[in-house]
């Protein structure tokens, strides 16, 4: 009975004594939220201040106010800066931060403040950058083809200089978004969480804006024909009546520019132009299936874009273009660059001028492509115009995009540069540079055309429409790509499903295409079923060494309103299983084909063995177990993926 006595009196007194510590922690807690309930308050007034005043400075710059944008910039730091001022003092005086229990707010608080002085800092950096530009070359003016040749000079030279603030810019942004990062999605910014992402987004938009500008501007001088003139070649390759790196090249352009964007030269030709002259004075022999399916011997400038690496193309297109303009006796300049671009980048330019006007028609995006084509191959006839004249008209479209471009307003400029970043992700313009330093940033920005070198899986399928006229247009395109892994073997099991939506007229009939299916290094073929009997007999298999890829290659014709389906199966090379057995990892790279349109790519992984993670995360798809299945979208470029096993 003692021993429970004095148990129970142990127990009522451990009760009261954590009553006591209750209380008085609450009471401390009271206390403290009393005495720290000013630095709170305070911490939320400047908040609500600064941001207002970043709202009117963003009103100000576009309104180009640069002196009142930075005043309330200013202020903005100010504000920004007090509240840090707060949480300090937060720290010091709110008890359960003392005790560490309490400080999550505070930091989430703080990682927020620290992003919106960052932001703030660098909005005042742009201001200043925008004022300066401004004041150097854009004063009293609207546009860059309204300046002067010095005005336009010291503009040029004021972008190229500023790489160095660009690149501090950038990094400030990257800072802002790391500390956005640490904030707790479930915290005291909870009911935040939207206007949280929403900025986020838009800070990287910001920063992947300025990563994609700095190769552009590190290019500008070779663009500007400063320090001295620039030549170029433009091949216009046309996506409808598709071929390796990105259409058939049945136009070129010549452009020559000097003293900081003035073209000396920019003219476009028909590309028999050369190639007919041509006939008996050069003797390049061409590539087998060209020569097959053709039914030519010699290999003209229109047929030089064979290879899907764009600079062994560039190249060839070089030597056979000096070549025929020799033969057709017209002096040409050594080259500094070939370029190629297809219609959905002049699309694009047209999304952003809106439509050009040309001998009474109207061009915009959705139009564009066939009413050109239709002009050059049926209603010039109908015009009376020869058909070594029918072309002329893209001279004519030529400068009248040429003039919207150039009297772009300023504040368009943004936009020009994601126009041209998200054409050359899509390889829509295609770069190439005598220049290895030049030639070096393309590849960084991503406009190279290069075919990519990677250590795990590789895919590219590469079509080339051969004597198909532009049915490329009415093809549905659908691939699936299927990985199983077979005791310690990788097998890929490919599957084009082509579809012709199209009929016998002047601009479509039977598709034609002669396809190669890029794979890495030491792939062995198993086999190839869907074609006739006769093509199946010339199916290739080998290692092609400029590629660095293992090429499988066959010919196939699809009838107007038929479709056909190719299954292809084949081993990848011995290490990618291994490394999938070894580092439980397998990683893909699917290139696009420039010019492509593929309605749907799908892609499966079977590893026989659990998985546990997927980037991106962005990916479209399920994983069931051991099984991933995934729908990509190659319109919008080449596409990486990596796959974590257990």
């Known amino acids: 009975m003692k021993v429970k006595a004095n148990l129970k009196y142990f127990a009522l007194l ?3 004594l954590l009553l006591w510590a209750l209380a008085i922690f609450f009471l401390s807690l009271i206390i403290s939220l009393i005495s720290s309930w000013s630095y709170w308050r305070d911490f939320g007034q400047n908040a609500i201040a600064g941001k207002e005043q970043l709202s009117g400075a963003i009103v100000s710059i576009r309104a180009k106010d640069w002196d009142g944008a930075q005043l309330k910039l200013q202020s903005a730091q100010d504000y920004f800066k007090n509240g840090q001022k707060n949480l300090e003092k937060l720290r010091q005086s709110w008890f359960p931060a003392k005790l560490k229990l309490g400080s999550r707010p505070i930091d989430d608080l703080g990682y927020l403040n620290n992003s919106a002085l960052i932001i703030s800092g660098s909005a005042l950096q742009v201001n200043s950058l ?3 530009i401004s004041a150097d070359a854009f004063a009293n003016e609207r546009n860059f083809q309204s300046l002067s040749q010095e005005k336009k000079a010291a503009f040029m030279q004021s972008l190229i200089a500023l790489e160095p603030e660009l690149n501090g810019l950038k990094a400030n942004l990257n800072l802002a978004l790391f500390n956005l990062d640490k904030i707790q999605t479930v915290g005291i910014l909870w009911p935040l969480r939207g206007q949280l992402a929403e900025l986020r987004n838009q800070i990287a938009d910001g920063e992947n804006i ?8 590190r290019l500008l001088p070779a663009f500007s024909g400063y320090p001295q003139p620039v030549h170029y070649l433009i091949m216009l390759q046309n996506n409808d009546e598709l071929r390796p790196t990105g259409g058939f090249l049945g136009s070129y352009v010549r452009a020559d520019i000097t003293n900081f964007g003035e073209f000396q030269k920019l003219e476009a030709n028909d590309i028999y132009h050369l190639d007919m002259p041509a006939i008996g004075k050069t003797a390049f022999v061409a590539p087998e299936p060209i020569s097959k399916y053709l039914k030519v011997d010699n290999w003209y400038l229109r047929d030089a874009n064979w290879s899907p690496d764009w600079p062994q193309s560039a190249r060839q297109i070089q030597i056979m273009f000096q070549a025929e303009s020799a ?5 040409e300049p050594n080259l500094d660059g070939i370029f190629a671009i297809t219609p959905d980048f002049i699309a694009n330019l047209l999304r952003l001028t809106g439509p050009i006007t040309v001998r009474g028609e109207s061009y915009a995006p959705e139009n564009m492509q066939a009413l050109l084509q239709y002009n050059v191959e049926v209603a010039y006839k109908e015009e009376e115009i020869s058909s070594w004249d029918r072309k002329d008209i893209i001279n004519e479209l030529i400068q009248a995009l040429k003039e919207k471009i150039i009297a772009l307003p300023l504040e368009k400029y943004p936009e020009l540069i994601s126009c041209l970043n998200d054409s050359l992700k899509r390889g829509d313009i295609l770069l190439y540079f005598n220049n290895q330093n030049l030639q070096t940033l393309a590849q960084n920005l991503g406009g190279g055309g290069e ?3 990677v250590s795990g899986d590789y895919l590219m399928v590469v079509d080339a429409n051969l004597a198909a006229f532009k ?3 009415v093809m549905q395109k659908n691939i699936a790509y299927q990985i199983e892994r077979k005791q310690e073997r990788l097998q890929a099991n490919l599957k084009l499903n082509y579809y012709h939506n199209g009929g016998f007229d002047w601009r479509t009939t039977h598709y ?3 396809t190669r299916v890029l794979a890495p290094l030491g792939s062995e073929l198993i086999r190839l079923s869907g074609l006739e009997a006769t093509a199946a007999e010339d199916i290739i298999s080998y290692d092609d060494d400029s590629l660095k890829k293992h090429v499988f290659g066959f010919f196939w014709k699809i009838e107007p309103g038929k479709n056909k389906v190719i299954n292809l199966e084949y081993y990848l090379p011995a290490k990618l299983g291994d490394n999938l057995s070894t580092n439980n990892v397998y990683t893909l790279y699917i290139q696009r084909q420039p010019g492509s349109r593929i309605a749907n790519l799908s892609f499966s992984f079977n590893p026989n063995k659990n998985i546990i993670q ?6 479209e798809g399920e994983i069931k177990s051991q099984k991933a299945y995934f729908t990509l979208d190659l319109n919008n470029g080449s596409q990486a993926i990596q796959i974590k096993t257990d």
């Open 130 to 132: 925008l004022k300066n």
């Open 512 to 514: 034609r295409s002669y």
């Open 327 to 331: 033969a057709s006796g017209k002096a």
């Open 471 to 473: 049915s490329d247009a």
């Open 451 to 453: 075919i990519k070198q």
């Open 14 to 16: 451990s009760l009261r």
């Open 210 to 217: 300025l990563s994609n500008s700095l190769p552009i501007i």
């Open 614 to 619: 997927i980037s991106p995360q962005s990916l």
